[in-house]
């Protein structure tokens, strides 16, 4: 029996994950990012939980690392990720070969995410699919003929910085009316703040600055405010996912990600925007569905992409 | 040698292409569509040029017909044409095979044209490629692993209708802020002649409504606000641009058809706007560059596209 080291890398936890060739999950466990002290530090930590883990140790016969950011999965390198400030241009699949003494690869987390869910989750069985992963930045990643899509430079799939309201709010990237600027974490919390202050009320439950969380447990107990602010937050999505059809075509998108917890508060206003949507021929086939795998979306297909690659498949 | 037969159908002409197996042209023509007559008296009258076309006849192995529109290859269906009224639901690969008697495939105009100019044109050799044709609507097509992607519903490409300023212009399919809407012809005479008004000027050689290509030579010999409005546009084709590369990440993407001829008019601020995108590492890499094969680059797609056909591959 084959098994897969995955490790996801968060800003503040990597999520680590043994995955058998099936996708089966022999082990999970969870240790604290601290990207201040370096990738290898990081490394280390990780060989440290797999040699705690006791009897697989030895047992792995390779490993995939994937982080959000700009990752070169040809090369290994992470150019540039947002969560992890000061990993600039590491080799990131050298330090972890080096650490676990076993085959790596690196993949961006949404790309990684989305080969889990279509290999093991809300996208089984398709053939083409995309799955966009909703947080404080907004992944995205697409499986094609059954294959991830990484694009010419490796770095396709980034739904999140298609820009879909050319004059609107400011991207974290730089850029203006990016997706991830308008359904971004932060954006929703912007949103419901103000539409309350338009509305001129006040919500002690909220706190200074509400959680997307604690906007979305609001809204479902009946908070109209909190509930209008996902419901533009829908609308929003649901354009950038009538773009995703016209452009890819996918039989079904799915929405993974601590924001998508807010389920049908954000996904219903997002499927009425594409069924309204006009060359509806195009709109009626793809099912816009919850993504299952939760937060082990991107070590599972971080890991099956690693035993692939191990394959000799790509 | 294998001949096939291309019939690119336009709202005004059918163009017509006899083409053999390596994309080579042996012969041309243009017949009018006359469209209010319906799709069988086309197809008898694109029978009837072939027969004048004399030792050709009897030799073409197979047809590929190609329209603007929903086209549904799988089942030889035309959904719906913006440029044929009327031919709706057609089943255009029968009435062809019909009035030819040889196999026909349909494709979408766009997609064509994509094929073509990868098999032929500014994308030979790519392995991930896109190409936009500019004219009244937006046309959209991709290569993907060096074949056309068409989706699971067969309507993939269709970037025209992509979203990219959410609360911009109507467009004729009756959404708003597509890029079809912001850089279609009808967008860019409307431009030009809204920057004329506000400017308090007036241009006796432009008429009443300039076409984009009076508008194109008057901003070639020195027209500062015709040279303004193709500087808007290029920045919009720019930005949707950057949105297909963070989604596709192709190696080129070639911008043909009528509007194109306006050149580095348009193409200049694009590549601009592409470069002046954050997250370089992704737009680096990618070519913006004029398509190679004029109108001839649909009947050339869709003819090799329907000898792949013959010859078992999709």
Same mark, same amino acid.
């Given at each position: 029996?084959?098994?897969?080291?995955?490790?996801?890398?968060?800003?503040?936890?990597?999520?680590?994950?043994?995955?058998?060739?099936?996708?089966?999950?022999?082990?999970?466990?969870?240790?604290?990012?601290?990207?201040?002290?370096?990738?290898?530090?990081?490394?280390?930590?990780?060989?440290?939980?797999?040699?705690?883990?006791?009897?697989?140790?030895?047992?792995?016969?390779?490993?995939?690392?994937?982080?959000?950011?700009?990752?070169?999965?040809?090369?290994?390198?992470?150019?540039?990720?947002?969560?992890?400030?000061?990993?600039?241009?590491?080799?990131?699949?050298?330090?972890?070969?080096? /650490?676990? *003494?076993?085959?790596?690869?690196? !993949?961006?987390?949404?790309? @990684?995410? +989305?080969?889990? $869910?279509? %290999?093991? #989750?809300?996208?089984?069985?398709?053939?083409?699919?995309?799955?966009?992963?909703?947080?404080?930045?907004?992944?995205?990643?697409?499986?094609?003929?059954?294959?991830?899509?990484?694009?010419?430079?490796?770095?396709?799939?980034?739904?999140?910085?298609?820009?879909?309201?050319?004059?609107?709010?400011?991207? /974290?990237? *730089?850029?203006?009316?990016?997706? !991830?600027?308008?359904?971004? @974490?932060? +954006?929703?919390? $912007?949103? %419901?703040? #103000?539409?309350?202050?338009?509305?001129?009320?006040?919500?002690?439950?909220?706190?200074?600055?509400?959680?997307?969380?604690?906007?979305?447990?609001?809204?479902?107990?009946?908070?109209?405010?909190?509930?209008?602010?996902?419901?533009?937050?829908?609308?929003?999505?649901?354009?950038?996912?009538?773009?995703?059809?016209?452009?890819?075509?996918?039989?079904?998108?799915?929405?993974?990600?601590?924001? +998508?917890?807010?389920?049908?508060?954000?996904?219903?206003?997002?499927?009425?925007?594409?069924?309204?949507?006009?060359?509806?021929?195009?709109?009626?086939?793809?099912?816009i569905v919850p993504a299952e795998l939760g937060n082990r979306a991107s070590f599972i297909g971080v890991s099956l992409l690693a035993l692939g690659r191990l394959n000799?498949?790509?």
């Amino acid at each position: 029996m084959t098994l897969v080291l995955g490790v996801d890398i968060g800003g503040t936890d990597i999520k680590l994950g043994l995955v058998e060739g099936e996708g089966d999950i022999r082990g999970s466990g969870k240790i604290p990012t601290r990207p201040e002290e370096g990738p290898e530090a990081a490394a280390a930590r990780v060989r440290l939980w797999l040699g705690e883990s006791g009897d697989v140790q030895g047992k792995i016969a390779a490993a995939g690392v994937d982080c959000a950011g700009l990752v070169d999965g040809e090369r290994g390198f992470l150019h540039v990720s947002p969560n992890l400030r000061g990993w600039e241009n590491v080799p990131l699949r050298d330090i972890f070969e080096r /650490a676990l *003494g076993v085959p790596a690869i690196v !993949e961006n987390d949404a790309n @990684a995410a +989305a080969y889990g $869910e279509w %290999a093991k #989750g809300a996208g089984r069985g398709l053939k083409n699919f995309v799955c966009l992963t909703l947080g404080t930045g907004v992944g995205g990643g697409i499986v094609v003929n059954g294959a991830l899509y990484r694009g010419s430079s490796g770095f396709a799939g980034e739904i999140g910085h298609a820009v879909i309201c050319a004059d609107g709010p400011l991207c /974290a990237c *730089g850029n203006r009316g990016c997706l !991830e600027a308008l359904i971004g @974490a932060n +954006a929703i919390v $912007e949103r %419901a703040a #103000g539409m309350l202050a338009r509305a001129g009320e006040s919500r002690s439950a909220w706190g200074a600055s509400p959680t997307v969380e604690a906007l979305s447990r609001a809204a479902a107990s009946g908070d109209a405010i909190a509930a209008a602010a996902f419901r533009e937050t829908g609308r929003w999505l649901g354009i950038a996912l009538a773009n995703v059809v016209h452009i890819l075509a996918p039989e079904a998108i799915a929405i993974g990600g601590g924001v +998508a917890g807010a389920g049908d508060l954000i996904l219903e206003p997002a499927r009425a925007t594409v069924r309204d949507c006009r060359m509806d021929e195009a709109m009626a086939s793809v099912r816009i569905v919850p993504a299952e795998l939760g937060n082990r979306a991107s070590f599972i297909g971080v890991s099956l992409l690693a035993l692939g690659r191990l394959n000799g498949r790509r």
